[in-house]
């Protein structure tokens, strides 16, 4: 599996997730709620920022959340312990070698996890293995070429296109969003079904200019500024009025919209 992850393993990018995973919760995952005694997988936990809501969410559901990295793991068993959650088992592997016998799962979840990788339709087969006939599929993913925001500035389009890239050279996707249905189609599942949830941002939202403006968006992009201005991506001073730029979409006269995709299908 990839572990290039774009974002870093930083402690600044665990406090991102989660605040992403909170303030989006009801905008992502309000239809997402599993029947008691269901065994789900989540692939791809991270700090367990989405566990959390799942687990919340279907509390009589039985979950199985894996990661390939020890520490993103240890993260999100501290974080759903401190909860006081319990149906949730933790488990170090990865997508590609799945340590499960054909036909494990009721139902699968994976979130913000193929933008990260060279072979999406790879995974998807691989995980499709462990799934049940009649089960489901949840798949969400952003797609950055959905933003948009007031004040324009082509510096801060600029940043953005620069995480899009770096992402890219990476062998991620982060335009992935758009591509679910055909994604999920190759990848043999059927009736498949897209929603868009798009995020509308303005001064009258003061929790969603904090949680999603400020705190996951522009937080994102300034990740990859170091490597964005070595590569030659921009010069230091335009990245700056870029950031800049983008931090005036969270004024009093500002607005800012992005879309994540929501897709679901069958086994």
Known sequence: MNNKYVHGYTVRENVRLVDQATTLA?????????????????????????????????????FTAIDQSE???????DRVLSQGFTNVTFHQSDIFHLPY?????????????????????????CLRRVLKKGGTITVIEGD????????????ARKTIQCLVDIQAEMGGNSLIGRQLYPLLKKSNYYNVNVSPRMIYVD???????????????IAMVEGVKNQAI???LMKEADWEQGIRDLQKTTGED?????TFF??????
């Open 101 to 125: 016998e054909d036909n494990s799962f009721d139902h699968l979840f994976i979130c913000f996890v193929l933008e990260h990788l060279p072979n999406p339709i790879e995974a998807l087969l």
């Open 203 to 217: 001064s009258s939202k003061p929790n969603l200019v904090e949680g999603f403006t400020k705190n996951t968006f």
């Open 262 to 267: 929501k897709g679901k299908a069958l086994k």
């Open 254 to 258: 500002g607005t800012f919209i992005y």
């Open 230 to 232: 070595r590569s030659g």
């Open 26 to 62: 009801d905008i992502l995952h309000s239809d997402t709620v599993y029947p008691a005694g269901s065994n789900v997988l989540e692939a791809g936990c991270g700090v367990g920022a989405q566990t959390i809501i799942l687990a919340r969410n279907s509390p009589n559901a039985k």
């Open 144 to 155: 950055h070429g959905s933003t948009y925001f007031f004040p324009e500035s082509p510096d």
């Open 71 to 77: 520490e993103s793991l240890r993260a999100a068993r």
